[in-house]
């Protein structure tokens, strides 16, 4: 089971590509908490797929780019919270 972990992280990339970017308005009937659950769960979930998968070019390219996504989020997050307790940047 583990040496299809990348596999399986591989396809969790692409629903993530699709879902959030290519085509976002299938996740329009969601309410907006929910389309955004359903982002962090198939980034976080691909990430941990990833990181737990059998060595291998696969296993690398993987982790790459979920590691990008897990870092966009982390970025996200601080931004929030910076706009949280400082106020709108820029006025």
Do not use: E, H
């Amino acid at each position: 089971m583990r040496r299809y972990l990348s596999m399986i992280s591989l396809v969790l990339i692409i629903a993530f590509i699709i879902l959030g970017f290519i085509i976002p308005q299938v996740l329009d009937p969601l309410p907006d908490s929910w389309d955004i659950l359903v982002l962090l769960s198939l980034l976080i979930g691909l990430f941990f797929t990833a990181l737990f998968g059998v060595k291998g070019l696969l296993k690398i390219i993987t982790l790459l780019i979920s590691s990008l996504g897990m870092l966009a989020l982390l970025a996200i997050t601080i931004f929030a919270i910076c706009m949280m307790l400082f106020g709108n940047f820029g006025t």
